[in-house]
């Protein structure tokens, strides 16, 4: 069965303080990985598509990088308007994604 | 502007009531997705189509119907057999099966 663990479950970071969030994944054949923003009560927003070990992809303040057993999006000098939930899913090919229970962070100013 | 709309935001239904949410998107995406989050917990997928007239289970399907009688449309009925219907239901699409998804707003339903 694939199983995708994110951790920690929550974070609070101060504003400036840059941190990285875990997704790590027991899959049979990743074929993709993707990260997630959601804030609350709203739904889910696309971020990034990782697709083989040793791809990075950058947005602004984030950057997540992906190996063979899990996927960092790293936070750097992180501002208030970046807390939210952070989801991560992967496609493995045989339905549609299986998410993890995401990452809360929370930046205080 | 595309996107996906989900319709009502907050849904309140007696214990017993089936209920129906609304899901388009004009994307002109082939798959389209339900999930239901529960707090503290990931998204679990309860049905999915790749194509018009075509539909699949997902992990917790019971209780639920769908239809996709429309390449826009995707409506998800919660039936009086689930029995823990209060949740917040997500629609999303993709262009293709398993490539990214695009989320809509969400609908909170309350059953008491």
């Known amino acids: 069965e694939d199983q995708v663990t994110q951790s920690p479950e929550a974070l609070r970071l101060q504003e400036g303080e840059s941190s990285s969030l875990n997704c790590s994944y027991t899959?049979?054949?990743?074929?993709?990985l993707f990260w997630y923003r959601q804030d609350p009560g709203k739904g889910p927003e696309f971020l990034f598509t990782?697709?083989?070990a040793g791809e990075e992809k950058e947005k602004e303040r984030l950057k997540a990088t992906l190996t063979k057993k899990e996927s960092f999006l790293h936070i750097t000098a992180p501002k208030p308007e970046d807390s939210a939930t952070y989801l991560c899913a992967v496609d493995t090919g045989r339905r549609a994604l299986t998410f993890g229970s995401g990452t809360r962070l929370q930046v205080q100013p | 502007d595309g996107g996906i709309t989900q319709s009502p935001k907050y849904l309140f239904r007696k214990e017993g009531q089936n209920v129906t949410l609304s899901c388009e998107q004009n994307l002109n995406h082939d798959a389209m997705y339900w999930y239901r989050q529960d707090p503290g917990q990931g998204l679990r997928l309860i049905y999915y189509s790749q194509i018009v007239n075509d539909f699949q289970k997902g992990d917790i399907a019971e209780g639920y119907s769908v239809s996709r009688e429309k390449k826009e449309s995707f409506p998800l009925t919660v039936t009086s057999a689930q029995k823990n219907p209060t949740a917040f239901y997500l629609c999303a699409s993709s262009q293709r099966e398993l490539s990214e998804q695009y989320f809509g707003p969400g609908t909170r339903l309350t059953v008491t």
């Open positions: 899959v049979s054949g990743l074929r993709g």
């Open positions: 990782l697709y083989s």
